[in-house]
C-alpha cells in the first residue's frame, strides 16, 4: 500500500466516531471503512475537502506515503 | 420505455422468452431421446418413421402430444448433426436466457454476464468444430462449410463483446470504488 489514509488517527485526535464523522461528510459508513482501509482506487476533492473540514486538518494531516518494498 | 434494465422491453420479453427456451429444451429432450434409442437399436416405430421424399430418405422422429414432427436426413452424419444442433440450440437458447435476465436486473457489467457471454462464446466454437468435425469424417463426400462458419463468427463476436464488458466491468469497479 503506497497511500495511507489517517483516518483513525485523526478521528481519536478530534475524539470523534466514524458514524459521526461518515454523517459529517455525507457518506455512508461502508465507504468511510473503504477510506479507512486503503481499498479506494480515488478519492473526490469534495470528499478530501469535506473530510479536511470535518476533522479540521490539513490534507496532509490525512495522506501520508510509504513506499513499497 | 428502456430496452435494458428494469419494467424495460427485455425485463418483460424475458417470460415469453423463459416459455419458448423451456418449451424448446423439453422438446429437444425428447427427440434427443428417441434419436439416442434410434441410433442403438435401429428400430422404427410409430415415434420414429422413414420417408421417401423425392430422392431424399427423410427420418421423422415424434413430438409429443401433438402432430409435429422432426425431420431429418436419415444417415448417420444427417441423425447425429440434427442431435448436435438440438443440443446447441438449447445451449444457446439458455445462456441467452442467462443473459437477459441479469440485463433485465440492470446488472450490465457483472461477472457472471462476462462468465456467461465467454460460456456462451466459448460455446458456438466448439459447436462449430463439432459440426465441422462430424461434416468431414463421417460421410467426407458431402461438406457445407456454411453453418459452422455463422456459428464460428458468432462466437468471436461474442468473444468480443465479452471483452467490452470486462473493460466495462473494470471502469464500474473503479468508479464504484471512487469515494
Given at each position: ?9 485523526m478521528?481519536a485526535r478530534?475524539k470523534?466516531q ?7 461528510i455525507?457518506?455512508?459508513q ?8 486503503g481499498k479506494?482506487?480515488a478519492l473526490?476533492i ?10 479540521e486538518?490539513?490534507?496532509a494531516d490525512l ?6 518494498n | 420505455m428502456r ?5 424495460s422491453?427485455l425485463y418483460?420479453?424475458k417470460y ?16 434427443c431421446?428417441l434419436i439416442?434409442l434410434?441410433?442403438?437399436t435401429g428400430k422404427?416405430?410409430?415415434l420414429?418413421?422413414?420417408e421417401?421424399?423425392?430422392?431424399y430418405?427423410i427420418?421423422?422422429?415424434?413430438y409429443?402430444?401433438?402432430q409435429m414432427v422432426?425431420?431429418?436426413?436419415n ?5 447425429l448433426?440434427a442431435?448436435?444442433g ?8 439458455l445462456y441467452?436466457?442467462?443473459i437477459?435476465r441479469?440485463f433485465a436486473?440492470d446488472h450490465?457489467?457483472s ?9 456462451l462464446?466459448?460455446g458456438f466454437i466448439?459447436?462449430?468444430?463439432v459440426?465441422?468435425f ?5 460421410e467426407r463426400?458431402n461438406y ?5 462458419l455463422?456459428?464460428m463468427?458468432?462466437?468471436f463476436?461474442l468473444l ?10 473494470i ?6 470504488l471512487t469515494?
Amino acid at each position: 500500500m503506497a497511500i495511507i489514509f489517517n483516518i483513525d488517527v485523526m478521528l481519536a485526535r478530534r475524539k470523534m466516531q466514524s458514524q459521526e464523522l461518515a454523517e459529517k461528510i455525507g457518506i455512508t459508513q461502508a465507504n468511510l471503512s473503504i477510506l479507512k482501509t486503503g481499498k479506494a482506487k480515488a478519492l473526490k476533492i469534495t470528499t478530501l475537502q469535506a473530510l479536511c473540514e470535518a476533522l479540521e486538518c490539513q490534507p496532509a494531516d490525512l495522506l501520508e506515503y510509504r513506499k513499497d518494498n | 420505455m428502456r430496452i435494458i434494465g428494469k419494467n424495460s422491453i427485455l425485463y418483460w420479453s424475458k417470460y415469453p422468452f423463459l416459455v419458448c427456451t423451456i418449451g424448446f429444451m423439453a422438446s429437444s429432450a425428447w427427440i434427443c431421446g428417441l434419436i439416442v434409442l434410434q441410433l442403438i437399436t435401429g428400430k422404427f416405430h410409430s415415434l420414429v418413421t422413414v420417408e421417401n421424399i423425392n430422392e431424399y430418405k427423410i427420418i421423422q422422429f415424434k413430438y409429443p402430444f401433438s402432430q409435429m414432427v422432426f425431420t431429418a436426413e436419415n444417415s448417420t452424419e444427417g441423425i447425429l448433426l440434427a442431435f448436435w444442433g438440438l443440443i446447441s440450440v438449447s445451449f444457446v437458447l439458455l445462456y441467452s436466457l442467462r443473459i437477459i435476465r441479469q440485463f433485465a436486473n440492470d446488472h450490465i457489467f457483472s461477472s457472471k454476464v462476462v462468465t456467461d457471454f465467454k460460456t456462451l462464446s466459448m460455446g458456438f466454437i466448439i459447436f462449430a468444430s463439432v459440426i465441422l468435425f462430424i461434416d468431414l469424417t463421417v460421410e467426407r463426400s458431402n461438406y457445407d462449410f456454411t453453418l459452422p462458419l455463422w456459428y464460428m463468427l458468432a462466437g468471436f463476436v461474442l468473444l468480443f463483446i465479452k471483452e467490452i464488458v470486462d473493460q466495462g466491468k473494470i471502469l464500474q469497479d473503479q468508479t464504484d470504488l471512487t469515494i
